[in-house]
């Protein structure tokens, strides 16, 4: 068992990414941590992660009202029966959740998957974007 998978990190990690609000850890089990960061802009939100490894074949990512999930799995050359002295690189399934505080449009997202590095951009929903109100003197 490595860093990433023991019991108790996986508990910890699900305690950071989303607070307990009465609802279950339907999460599927995960072997990996995929680390994110969330960039907010006037009218998009732009998500990079560090997906090492990781196929566009490999991955899915869902867009539903303001939450963005990662799912996939990190394949690797792991051998078994070897014996590692040490063993730090990632492989296995992940599944990352990001909740952002507008709703999102979905269509309208755009995924790059580069050397690793997956970048996403999801625009935020109509009604959740900053509007110029011209004011009019009577």
């Keep these: 068992m490595t860093l990433y998978t023991t019991p108790y990190n996986r508990l910890r990690r699900?305690?950071?990414?989303r607070p307990y609000q009465g609802e279950s850890w339907?999460?599927?089990?995960?072997?990996?941590?995929?680390?994110?960061?969330?960039?907010?802009?006037?009218?998009?939100?732009?998500?990079?992660?560090?997906?090492?490894?990781?196929?566009?074949?490999?991955?899915?990512?869902?867009?539903?009202?303001?939450?963005?999930?990662?799912q996939g799995e990190i394949?690797?050359?792991?051998?078994?029966?070897?014996?590692?002295?040490?063993?730090?690189?990632?492989?296995?399934?992940?599944?990352?959740?990001?909740?952002?505080?507008e709703p999102l449009d979905s269509g309208k997202a755009v995924a790059d998957l580069t050397d690793g590095l997956l970048t996403l951009h999801v625009p935020k929903a109509e009604e959740a974007r900053p509007r110029t109100i011209k004011v009019t003197a009577k």
Excluded at 50 to 65: R, T
Excluded at 75 to 86: D, F, I, R, S, T
Aim: charged share 30%; proline share 7%; hydrophobic share 40%.
């Design 14 to 17: 699900r305690m950071w990414e």
């Design 26 to 70: 339907t999460e599927p089990e995960c072997d990996v941590f995929v680390p994110v960061n969330v960039r907010a802009g006037a009218e998009e939100y732009v998500i990079t992660a560090l997906l090492p490894g990781v196929k566009a074949e490999d991955l899915s990512i869902q867009v539903v009202n303001e939450t963005v999930t990662l």
């Design 75 to 101: 394949k690797g050359a792991v051998e078994e029966k070897e014996n590692y002295l040490v063993r730090e690189c990632p492989t296995g399934k992940f599944y990352r959740m990001v909740r952002l505080p």
